[in-house]
C-alpha cells in the first residue's frame, strides 16, 4: 500500500498559496474574478448585463453598485486582490465596449464585450 | 613558541593574545583556538592552531548577538532593580534574555531599554572572562536563584540555548568600564564575547513574550525579550525590510484582510472556519483536485469523523499517538470513540470488506478526509499547524511489480498537480518544505508486506483480526522508530508520519478465505 497526501492538507497549502500569491491569486482561484466599475450609476445596468454574460460561463463576477465613488471602488477592488475590473461609462456604452483595469494597475481602454469576455473565460480556463 | 594562523605556522613571543595575531582588524571579534570560540584576549599556547573569526561569519554572528543579549540584560536591571536573570541566548537572526519581573514589559519599556543599550555600548565597556569556583560562583550569584540553578548543572553540553554553563569550567564575564575599571554589571556566562560593547555596531529589540523556565509549564513564566543584532545598519535594515514584507505575506493577516477564514474562540485554538471568499478558493482547489484524481483512475470514498477505540487499537494509533489523539467520548454503556487523526484504517476496512481479487490491483482510494490532532497549544500556528484539518488523502493497493510503475506515475501526477496550482514556483517549492515531503511511501510490495505482517493473535477476542505492533517479532521497518520518544526525536514537526507504519502492518494480513490477496 502506498500512502500518499498531496496537499497535504487542504488548509496547510491553502496557507502556503496565500503567502506564496501575497494574496492575490491567479485568476482561477480568485474567490472574486471580476469587479464591474459603473463610472456613474447610470452605468449600472450595462455592467450588470456584461457581469451576467461572465458568470453564465462559470466566471466569478459582481458589479460594485454601492454608493461609493469610481475611485473608492477601484482601490476596493484592489485591496482585494480582484483580477480583473471593468470599468463602463458613456463612451464604453456607445462603442458597446468595456475598459480592462488590472492588478498592476495598468489599464486598456475600448475592448469590445465579446473579446473582453473571451479573454477572462481563456484566462481562468486555461489557469493563467 | 610556535603556532598555526590561519593555516600557516609561525613563531609568536610568549604571552601573545590572541588580539595582537590580528591587531588592526576591527572585522575580527573572536579567535578559533583549537577547534574552540575564544575571546581575543586568550593568550596563545605553544602549538595552538589559530583561526579568525569574522563579524560576519555564522559564528562570529551568534557571538555579536550574544554580547548585546548581555547589554539587554544590564540595561534591563539598570531599569528595573526587581529584574532576575533567565537565560539568554543567540538565536537565528537574533537573540533573546528572559527575566522574571513583576509586570510585563510594555513597549515604551522595549524604547527606554534600548535607548539604555545605546548609552552601554557608546560607554564602551569591556567583556572580561574570569573562572570561578563552584562555591565563588553561588555567593556571587546569590541574589539570582535561576542562575544558581544553572551552576548545580554544569553540563549543558547539548543545549543550545544555555550559554551559562557547559565548558570545562564555571566563568563568570564582568562588563568593565572603560575609563573607571569598575565592574558594571556581570553574568555567569561560558562566553565567548566581543572585546568590547562598542564593537555592537546595529541592534533593534523586537518583541516580547511569556517563557517557562527551561520550557516547562511547571515553572515560574519569565518574560522574554527578543532582539536582533547586525555587523553594520544597512544589513539591520535589510532585515527589518524582510521581515516587514514576511508579515505583509503573513497567511493570518490577508486571511483576515481577503475575509478568507478565522478562528473563533468560541470554536477552539487550531480549528478554522472558512468564509465564503475562502470557501470559493478551496473548492477551486479540491475541484481541481477531484477532476485531476478521477482522471488518474482513483476511486472515492467516504469515512466518518469518529470510531470506536478498537480500531485505533488495531492500527497501533493508541500504541503510539494517543497523546496527539482527541481524548475519547464515552458512549454506550463505557463504549469509547476518539475522534479519526488519520484516514489509512478506514481505507484499509474499505479494502477488505469483500474479497479482493488480484485483477483489481492497483486499488486507488481517495478521500477528502477530515482528520483531528491534539496538537500541543504552543505550536498550533495559523492554518499551518492545526487541530482539525481536511487531507487529500488516498492509498494505493498493488502489488510489489505494480510498484514502481504506481510510484513513477504517482510522482508525475504530483508534479502535474503543483505546477498547476503554483506555476512559477520552482524556486518555491526548494524554499518550502514542500507538501510532497509530508507524503511516506512505504518500501516494499503486497508480498513483501504479507511477510512483514507475520500475525499475532488480536487480545480483543470480539475480532477475528490479527494485530502486528511493536512487539511483533516481524522484521522492522526502516520507518518505524524504535521507541514512541525516537519518534518524536526523528521528525520534529509531526509524529504522524510514523503511523503510517502502523496502520501498513494490518491491511494484507494473510487471512483464510476472506479478505485476503491471493497472488
Given amino acids: ?128 | 613558541m610556535q603556532i598555526t594562523l590561519a593555516g600557516n605556522a609561525q613563531p609568536v613571543a610568549a604571552g601573545t593574545t590572541a588580539a595582537q595575531l590580528f591587531d588592526g582588524d576591527r572585522s575580527v571579534v573572536v579567535a578559533r583556538i583549537n577547534g574552540e570560540l575564544r575571546d581575543l584576549d586568550t593568550e596563545i599556547a605553544d602549538g595552538d592552531v589559530v583561526e579568525p573569526v569574522a563579524i560576519s561569519s555564522e559564528d562570529g554572528l551568534g557571538v555579536l548577538r550574544h554580547s548585546t543579549a548581555h547589554v539587554l540584560a544590564q540595561a534591563v536591571q539598570d531599569t528595573f532593580d526587581d529584574a532576575r536573570l533567565g537565560i539568554g541566548p543567540p538565536i537565528k537572526d537574533g537573540f533573546y534574555y528572559d527575566f522574571d519581573v513583576e509586570t510585563p514589559f510594555t513597549p515604551d519599556d522595549l524604547k527606554r531599554l534600548e535607548r539604555r543599550m545605546q548609552q552601554i555600548v557608546k560607554s564602551g565597556q569591556r567583556f572580561a572572562r574570569r573562572v570561578v569556583s563552584d562555591d565563588a560562583a553561588r555567593a556571587e550569584l546569590a541574589s539570582e536563584p535561576y542562575k544558581l540553578e544553572l551552576i548545580g548543572l554544569k553540563s549543558g553540553a547539548g543545549d543550545d540555548e544555555l550559554m551559562e554553563v557547559g565548558g570545562d569550567e564555571l566563568s563568570i564575564y564582568d562588563n568593565i568600564n572603560g575609563k573607571t575599571g569598575d565592574v558594571e554589571w556581570k553574568d555567569l556566562c561560558r562566553g565567548p564575547h566581543l572585546p568590547s560593547t562598542r564593537l555592537i555596531p546595529a541592534f533593534k529589540l523586537m518583541r516580547t513574550a511569556a517563557a517557562y523556565w527551561r520550557g516547562s509549564e511547571k515553572n515560574p513564566q519569565l518574560q522574554r525579550i527578543y532582539g536582533t543584532a547586525w555587523p553594520s545598519k544597512e544589513e539591520l535594515t535589510k532585515h527589518l525590510e524582510l521581515l516587514a514584507e514576511a508579515e505583509k505575506r503573513d497567511h493570518r493577516r490577508l486571511g483576515a484582510e481577503l475575509d478568507l477564514f478565522s478562528f473563533p474562540d468560541e470554536i477552539g485554538s487550531g480549528l478554522s472556519v472558512f468564509h465564503p471568499k475562502g470557501g470559493t478558493v478551496r473548492r477551486v482547489l479540491e475541484d481541481y483536485s477531484r477532476k485531476r484524481h478521477d482522471e488518474s483512475g482513483y476511486e472515492f470514498v467516504n469515512s466518518p469523523h469518529i470510531s470506536k477505540q478498537e480500531l485505533f487499537q488495531i492500527s497501533g494509533h493508541l500504541d503510539w499517538y494517543a497523546d496527539s489523539m482527541y481524548p475519547p467520548m464515552e458512549l454506550d454503556e463505557g463504549q469509547r470513540y476518539y475522534l479519526k487523526p488519520m484516514n489509512c484504517p478506514y481505507h484499509n476496512l474499505i479494502f477488505r470488506a469483500r474479497g479482493r481479487s488480484y485483477r483489481e490491483l492497483p486499488l486507488r482510494l481517495f478521500e477528502f478526509g477530515s482528520v483531528y490532532r491534539y496538537e500541543k497549544s504552543g505550536v498550533v500556528h495559523g492554518l499551518t499547524r492545526v487541530r482539525g484539518m481536511t487531507q487529500d488523502d488516498a492509498h494505493i493497493y498493488c502489488t510489489k511489480e505494480q510498484m514502481p510503475g504506481e510510484l513513477d506515475s504517482l510522482l508525475t501526477f504530483v508534479l502535474n498537480c503543483f505546477a498547476t496550482t503554483a506555476s512559477t514556483t520552482s524556486t518555491w517549492n526548494c524554499r518550502r518544505k514542500t507538501p510532497t515531503s509530508r507524503s511516506v511511501v512505504m518500501p516494499s510490495g503486497t508480498r513483501q508486506l504479507r511477510h512483514f505482517a507475520k500475525p499475532q493473535r488480536s487480545n480483543s477476542s470480539s475480532s477475528s483480526w490479527t494485530q502486528v505492533g511493536r512487539r511483533s517479532t516481524a522484521p522492522r521497518s526502516p520507518f518505524k522508530p524504535a521507541t514512541p520518544s525516537a519518534a518524536r526525536g526523528r521528525c520534529p514537526r509531526s509524529s504522524w508520519t510514523f503511523s503510517y507504519r502502523a496502520c501498513l502492518s494490518w491491511s494484507f494480513r494473510p487471512q483464510t478465505g476472506r479478505g485476503s490477496v491471493r497472488s
Fill in chain 1, 1 to 128: 500500500m502506498i500512502h500518499r497526501a498531496l496537499f497535504g492538507s487542504i488548509e496547510r497549502f491553502f496557507a502556503v498559496l496565500l503567502e506564496h500569491y501575497g494574496g492575490a491569486f491567479p485568476a482561477w482561484l480568485a474567490p472574486v474574478q471580476v469587479v464591474g466599475i459603473p463610472i456613474s450609476d447610470a452605468h449600472n445596468d450595462y455592467l450588470q448585463d456584461v457581469v451576467e454574460q461572465l458568470r453564465s460561463r462559470g466566471v466569478r463576477a459582481e458589479v460594485d453598485t454601492s454608493d461609493d465613488r469610481m475611485q473608492k471602488k477601484i482601490r476596493t477592488a484592489q485591496k482585494q486582490k480582484v483580477p480583473f475590473m471593468l470599468l463602463a461609462g458613456d463612451e464604453d456604452v456607445s462603442q458597446n465596449a468595456v475598459s480592462f483595469r488590472f492588478r498592476d494597475g495598468s489599464q486598456q481602454n475600448g475592448v469590445p464585450i465579446d473579446e473582453a469576455v473571451e479573454r477572462i473565460v481563456s484566462d481562468v480556463e486555461n489557469r493563467v
